[in-house]
């Protein structure tokens, strides 16, 4: 057994007959494994009528089983300390645990029986529903929420995948029927859509073997691929103010559509956004707004490239005093940045920091297990922890002056806020 | 099931080298060499239970203060040194407790112990930034604010203390942050911010004389003062229930039941720690990382009472390691049409049969086991394992940490039984309600 990320990754990689695929990276740092079973069923895949659908029957995965009913499930994970968390993204329903390595054969079956073999009971349906309208009222009372939520319609438009809350809405859920869980799973959650990850003190040899083993007789043709559609045009800048009553600070989304994951200059805009919102306490943001006006806890953007173009967002919480201050210092920030570039210090700031900080990001059996899932989604190579450092250290500044100059346009900000009637409109 | 050996090179450190420097720094440095990372965090005994009426939330503020440029590393420096090593830094203050962190390659060492020798001796403070801060943490406050579940906590903590400065919150109250001055500031800083009231750690790839060389060098010439006095007046007991309800705007209901709990050194803690483990799931010790995330607490008997049966959409507990008595805090959120009269009748239905009949063995060894498994997944990196070093040395003292296994394994039904019976009863609890005003048409 190695250690796994002081001479890099070193994953087995197989794919089972029947289209799925099982990633293992050993790594004996601690008697642990994390266990990761990822479809690609996200929100994406929602019937138009049902959004949310993926992310219901994500959360009632796990609530009984051909071979388990729930509370056998409950209680075979609860006596291993194992919490087995379900989540759905727009493009992928995920299935996450961790748990002790001497527990890892019966973790593993329990996990790959709630992916394959669900039986959606009614019952359980209609428990996680109310508990998912509960999370949807609070999600309307929380500013930024809120704000997300209004800046991606903006973006994207509501029917458009990344532009609907992919939890749903009240609406949405009391239409769904168990016969919808039932056809989304069948339809989407096939074994070609399935990628298992496993890191942790487990020999690759015999992972690989049980997983093989559980995932035995099953067997569909691959799903059907659904494109991501287009977003809309750019248009001229736009500013929407959700009014959330009784808080005591608004919220400010501010962002626009930026480019796939798979595109070329992906490593240019990563840098980009570094300096941007992302160095030391938040980039250039957090430097002006935090550092030199004092206005804000936390100033920042992120950028969160898809299979789709996605969005580029700056993120502010703010006394309702001060929305329309801090937005003039976003628009600045975002000016400036697309008009000039960055300086050549700051490029090479930012490379340095992020090269050296996928170390901190393979350190443990959750952060390898994310980042092997994300290189198999988008075909990145096994050794893609190995090619990262050339990627991010090719990048030029006039890369990243380039994809600036591309995205960052106030003229074109689509800007949310979300707080306290009085001041949320002020823009 | 319950007998489990776990090979455990992390959770119990081995080769932990202990050392005190000459102006009383205590440094403890522990090799793990399975990643190329090193990970520095300074501890001080120092929090919110520090503070008098008046100057509430200074720590806090001061915190904040000390990324703020030292006489050496001009403000504008701060951001980068480590950063340039792929390195993260942080920082938080609670009530026992300031702290701060750099996580960074192992060739950052030197600079990271730099950066705190810096902050514990050299801070600047200079007036302009501490206003430009003292919005920031206004701001901070707000936005918690807006969170209806931590306005609820600030709440029921404040009703549950009558005497004990646990019972203001560790950002402070919002009229003492916008009159405290920078030599409010200052002064606080000087006090605490000496070598023989803090605690340096170092966990990673070290070669541990050259770490403690490099604290030597960077530690070893600044001046102790004289330890701080920590007098927080004791809480009297309570003499009957206690209640307070918040009423805004909002859509959600929120419920807080909340009861003295033991200090983390007294007999009572680890009992509580397994109740609190049959009642909500396990959450573990790490403060830093184990209570992002849900616990395993699907056969949990709050889980089971309240969210399987449709009254709550979730239930948590909360029971933390700290140097004085705190509390132990049971969190609802009330499904929507569920009156909280109703969710509260049923969580003390639960705590009475708790109470009344203690928890099964089955009910024992699942507690035990989950406790044991979270001790090994909240030591998955150097950076928990300095958190968790440097907690048990700042809040509990030495030889707590290394203990907390066997001290979890040793303890039986009838010590659970009978701190659910003495300690959980309905006299000795605050109870909180967060009832929104509907404001949709």
Redesign the interface.
């Known amino acids: 057994m190695t ?4 001479r890099g990754l070193s994953p087995v990689r197989s794919r089972l007959d029947n289209g799925s695929v099982v990633i293992v990276q050993e ?1 004996a ?4 494994v994390t266990i990761l079973a990822t479809f690609l069923a996200g929100s994406l895949y929602d019937p138009p009528d049902l959004p949310g659908l993926a992310h219901l029957a994500g959360r009632v995965l796990d609530r009984g089983t051909a071979l388990r009913p729930a ?1 056998v ?3 075979q ?7 087995l ?1 379900a989540s759905t993204s727009r493009h992928t329903t995920s299935l996450g645990c ?3 390595a ?1 527990d890892f054969d019966d973790v593993l079956a329990i996990v790959l029986d709630v992916a394959v073999r669900p039986v959606f009971p009614e019952e359980e349906i209609d ?1 996680r529903r ?2 998912i ?3 949807l ?2 999600d ?5 929420v809120r704000a997300a939520e209004t800046l991606f319609e903006m973006l994207y438009g509501a029917a458009h995948p990344y532009g609907r809350p992919a939890k749903g809405s009240i609406a949405s859920l009391e239409r769904m029927e168990r016969a919808d869980i039932v056809a989304l799973h069948q339809a989407r959650m096939r074994p070609a859509a399935l990628t298992l990850t496993v890191v942790g003190d487990v020999a690759a040899g015999h992972a690989l073997e049980r997983a093989a083993v559980e995932l035995q007789g099953w067997a569909a043709p691959p799903p059907a691929p659904v494109a991501v559609e287009a977003p809309p045009p750019r248009s001229a800048r736009a500013v929407r103010a959700v009014s959330v ?5 608004t ?1 400010i989304a501010y962002g626009f559509v930026a480019i796939r994951r798979l595109d070329p200059r992906y490593y240019a805009y990563w840098v980009m956004n570094n300096i941007l919102g992302q ?3 938040g980039g250039r943001l957090a430097d002006n707004i ?9 100033a920042f953007s992120a950028f969160d490239p898809s299979v789709g173009e996605g969005p580029l967002v700056v993120r502010a ?3 309702p005093a001060n929305v329309s201050r801090a937005i003039t210092a976003i628009d600045h920030e975002v000016g400036e940045l697309g008009a000039h570039g960055p300086t050549a210090g700051e490029l090479e ?1 930012s490379r ?9 990001m ?5 952060g390898i297990a994310t980042f092997l899932q994300t290189s198999e989604q988008f075909n990145l190579g096994l050794d893609y922890d190995r090619q990262l450092p050339r990627h991010l250290g090719a990048v030029t500044l006039e890369e990243v002056r380039a994809a600036a100059a591309e995205v960052l346009h106030p003229e074109q900000a689509a800007i949310a806020t979300a707080g306290p009637a009085r001041e949320a409109g002020a823009a | ?1 319950d007998a ?1 050996a ?5 959770i119990e450190p081995r080769d932990l080298r202990e050392v005190h420097l000459g102006n009383g720094l205590k440094v403890l440095v522990q090799p793990v ?5 090193v990970s520095v965090w300074c501890w001080y005994r120092v929090g919110s239970r520090d503070e008098t009426p008046g100057l509430t939330g200074v720590s806090h503020w001061v915190e904040h203060m000390n990324f703020k440029g030292t006489t050496n590393i001009p403000r504008d420096q701060m ?2 040194i480590v ?6 830094w942080n920082g938080y203050t609670w009530i026992d407790q300031t702290t701060y962190l750099e ?3 192992r060739d950052a060492l030197d600079q990271m112990l730099f950066i705190e020798a810096e902050r514990m001796s050299n801070g600047i403070y200079d007036p302009a930034e501490c ?13 918690g ?4 579940d931590q306005l609820l906590d600030s709440e029921v903590t404040a009703t549950a203390f009558r005497a004990h400065p646990y019972r203001h919150p560790t950002i402070g109250w919002i009229e003492d942050l916008r009159r405290m001055s920078r030599d409010d500031l200052y002064s606080h800083y000087r006090r605490y911010y000496i070598p023989n009231n803090a605690t340096l750690v170092i966990v990673g790839d070290v070669e541990v004389d050259e770490a403690l060389r490099l604290a030597e060098r960077r530690f070893g010439g600044i001046a102790p003062g004289p330890i701080p006095l920590r007098n927080a007046a004791p809480e009297p007991p309570q003499r009957g229930e206690r209640r307070v309800t918040i009423e ?5 209901a929120y419920l807080k039941v909340a009861w003295h709990a033991p200090a983390a050194t007294d007999p009572d803690f680890f009992p509580m720690l397994v109740l609190d483990a049959v009642l909500t ?2 959450k573990g010790t790490n403060i830093w990382s184990s209570f992002r ?8 008997r709050l889980y089971t009472a309240l ?2 049966s ?1 009254l709550a ?1 979730t239930v948590s507990g909360a029971l933390l390691p700290t140097a004085d008595p705190f509390l132990y805090t049971l969190s609802l ?4 049409g569920i009156p909280l009269s109703a969710v509260e009748t049923a969580v003390f239905e639960e705590v009475e049969r708790v109470r009344t009949s203690g928890a099964l063995e089955a009910e024992m ?2 507690a035990r ?6 001790t ?2 909240e ?5 928990n394992i300095a958190h968790q070093l440097g907690y048990f040395e700042t809040v509990t003292g030495p030889g707590f940490y290394t203990a907390l296994r066997d001290r979890i394994d040793a303890v039986t039904p009838d010590q659970v039984a009978d701190v659910a019976r003495r300690r959980l009863s309905r006299q000795f609890c605050t109870v909180g309600w967060f009832r ?2 509907e ?1 949709r048409p």
């Open positions: 250690t796994a990320v002081t790594n740092t601690s008697p642990a509370e499930i409950a209680e994970l609860d006596d291993r300390g194992v919490a968390r961790t748990c002790l001497e428990k109310a508990e309208i509960t999370m009222r609070q309307e009372d929380n500013p930024a009553p009784g808080k005591s600070q919220d160095f030391g306490l935090r550092e030199r006006q004092g206005m804000a806890y936390y919480g703010v006394d700031e340095r920091y992020l090269i050296g900080s996928i170390a901190r393979l350190e443990t059996n959750q | 099931m489990m776990l090979p455990a090179p992390l060499h399975t990643a190329p990372l951001k980068g950063e340039r090593f792929g390195g993260m996580t960074a390659g206003e430009s801060e003292r919005t920031v943490i206004i701001s901070e406050l707000q936005g604010e807006n969170d209806p805004r705007p909002g859509t959600t799931g396990a995330g849900q616990p395993p607490q699907r056969r949990a969210v399987e449709g959409s959120t009330a499904m929507k060894a699942r086991r989950q406790l044991r498994a979270r090994v997944f030591n998955d990196s150097v950076t929104p005003q404001t």
